[in-house]
C-alpha cells in the first residue's frame, strides 16, 4: 500500500532532549516536506527536500534539523526541544521535483514539550 | 511573504450547500488546492484547480476561482455529516516548490 509513514505517533517529552520524528515514504517520490499544524495558524511548512541530499528551509526552520540521505527517509531532528515546538507534525512526498501533483500526508505526530 | 486566509467556522444543516472560502496572494500561484482533513487524520486531496481555469466540477464539489481578485472557492453541494472536517485551501508558491496552506476552515454539519 502506498504511503507515508511517521513515528512516533504520540510523544511527550521535557525541555532540552534530543528527538527525531522520522517520516518514510514507499512510493518513490521526489519531494518531501514537513510541516506543523497549530490551533489557528493552519500549516507552515518547516523543512523541505526535492531530492537526495538537497534540503531547503520553509516558513519556521528555526529549532529543526532535517537530512535526506536517502530518497525515501527524511527524518525531522529537535536539537534542544522547547515547549514551544509542541505542535502537531506531518510528513509529505509528492512525485514531483516541482509542486505540481498531489502532495500525500502521513498521519501526523503530536508532539508535547514540557 | 506569500499568504492564505481563510475563515474559521462554517456550520450548515445537512442537506445544504457548503461554500468555504479562500484569499491568496502569490499571483504566480500556477495550482490551488483543497485538502480536507478529518479528525485524527492526516490532509487528503480533495480537488485542485489549474490556474488558467474559472470553475471545475467534481461530483458535489465546486471549485470557482476569480484570478484577479486571488479568491478561490469550495462549493459543496447537499452537505452530509461526513463532510464534517477541516478544509485546507493552498496555492503553489515560492516559484513552485513550496505549497502554502490557509489557516482552515472547520465545517461543521448539523442534523
Known amino acids: 500500500e502506498a504511503q507515508v509513514t511517521q513515528n512516533p505517533r504520540y510523544l511527550i517529552t521535557v525541555t532540552g532532549k534530543k528527538l527525531t520524528v522520522t517520516c518514510s515514504q514507499n512510493m518513490n517520490h521526489e519531494y518531501m516536506s514537513w510541516y506543523r499544524q497549530d490551533p489557528g495558524l493552519g500549516l507552515r511548512q518547516i523543512y523541505y527536500?526535492?531530492?537526495?541530499?538537497?534540503?531547503d528551509k520553509g516558513d519556521v526552520p528555526e529549532g529543526y534539523k532535517v537530512s535526506r540521505k536517502e530518497k525515501r527517509n527524511f527524518p525531522l531532528i529537535l536539537e534542544s526541544p522547547s515547549p514551544n515546538q509542541t505542535s502537531l507534525y506531518f510528513c509529505a512526498s509528492s512525485p514531483m521535483t516541482g509542486l505540481t501533483g498531489e502532495l500525500f500526508f502521513g498521519e501526523g505526530s503530536r508532539l508535547t514539550v514540557l | 511573504g506569500e499568504d492564505v486566509e481563510q475563515s474559521l467556522f462554517l456550520s450548515v444543516r445537512e442537506g445544504d450547500s457548503s461554500v468555504i472560502n479562500c484569499t491568496y496572494t502569490d499571483s504566480s500561484s500556477t495550482y490551488l488546492y483543497w485538502y480536507k482533513q478529518e479528525p485524527g487524520a492526516g490532509l487528503q486531496l480533495l480537488t485542485y484547480i489549474f490556474s488558467n481555469m474559472d470553475m471545475k466540477q467534481d461530483q458535489r464539489l465546486t471549485v470557482l476561482l476569480n484570478k484577479k481578485d486571488k479568491h478561490l472557492s469550495l462549493r459543496i453541494a447537499d452537505t452530509q455529516t461526513g463532510d464534517s472536517a477541516i478544509y485546507f485551501c493552498?496555492?503553489?508558491?515560492?516559484?513552485?516548490?513550496?505549497?502554502?496552506f490557509g489557516t482552515g476552515t472547520q465545517l461543521k454539519v448539523e442534523l
Open positions: 493552498a496555492a503553489i508558491t515560492g516559484g513552485g516548490n513550496k505549497l502554502t
Open positions: 527536500s526535492m531530492n537526495v541530499e538537497v534540503t
